[in-house]
């Protein structure tokens, strides 16, 4: 079965960088789109990012454009989240998603992960 | 930027038909998923493309999208039904979410 494992959440300082990890397994991850969501505390969901299965198209949300960076290593079945310039508005537990992509329409977010907690904080 | 509403909370007696709506300017015209959050848990895509149900989502949860307004509806609610329940559309090379709805099943 799908199975979509994130880690390297922590607490971090303001202004500091961590980056989350994404493991799945269960099924051809290179054939897949991937994406992060983030919710923070008492908050809905908000998109993050997503990146094509071969890792050569991506887009970020407005809010995060410029500091976060996703990538993805086929190799290892791995998603990344790389975060710098790290705020406490980005406090937030967040999720990898697997990604519905034909061709270039993006669909749904079909299978999710647990989550990992960032708390931005001094 | 695109924007979905949702309201914010509803409630619905056991046994009884929960709606839940989702707003946004001409959203008929794009493909609206419905995710299930539950404390603790992972979310859950209960419908995608409007209408249909992934396998191991009851025949219950139901979807419609047109015009104006897509809507989720769970018949005969259970008490597992609980939960908070998210639109989400792709608009611009964006992904939106609605602001979820908790669902309250008395």
């Known amino acids: 079965q799908v199975q979509l494992v994130e880690s390297g959440g922590g607490v971090v300082q303001p202004g500091r960088s961590l980056r989350l990890s994404c493991a799945a397994s269960g099924f051809t991850f290179s054939s897949y789109g991937m994406h992060w969501v983030r919710q923070a505390p008492g908050k809905g969901l908000k998109w993050v990012a997503v990146?094509?299965?071969?890792?050569?198209?991506?887009y970020l949300a407005d809010s995060v454009k410029g500091r976060f960076t996703i990538s993805r290593d086929n190799s290892k079945n791995t998603l990344y989240l790389q975060m710098n310039r790290l705020r406490a508005e980005d406090t937030a537990v967040y999720y990898c998603?697997?990604?519905?992509?034909?061709?270039?329409?993006?669909?749904?977010?079909?299978?999710w992960g647990q989550g990992a907690l960032v708390t931005v904080s001094s | 930027s695109y924007e979905v509403t949702q309201p914010l909370s509803i409630s619905v007696a056991l046994g009884q038909t929960a709606t839940i709506t989702c707003g946004g300017n001409n959203i008929g015209s794009k493909n609206v998923h419905w995710y299930q959050l539950t404390p603790g848990q992972a979310p859950v895509l209960v419908i995608y493309r409007d209408s249909n149900r992934p396998s191991g989502i009851p025949e219950r949860f139901s979807g419609s999208n047109s015009g104006i307004t897509a809507t989720l509806t769970i018949s005969r609610a259970q008490a597992g039904d609980e939960a908070d329940y998210y639109c989400q559309v792709w608009d611009s090379s964006t992904g939106v979410f609605g602001g979820g709805t908790k669902l309250t099943v008395l």
């Open positions: 998603a697997r990604a519905i992509i034909v061709g270039a329409t993006v669909y749904e977010f079909d299978h």
């Open positions: 990146i094509w299965s071969d890792g050569n198209n991506q």
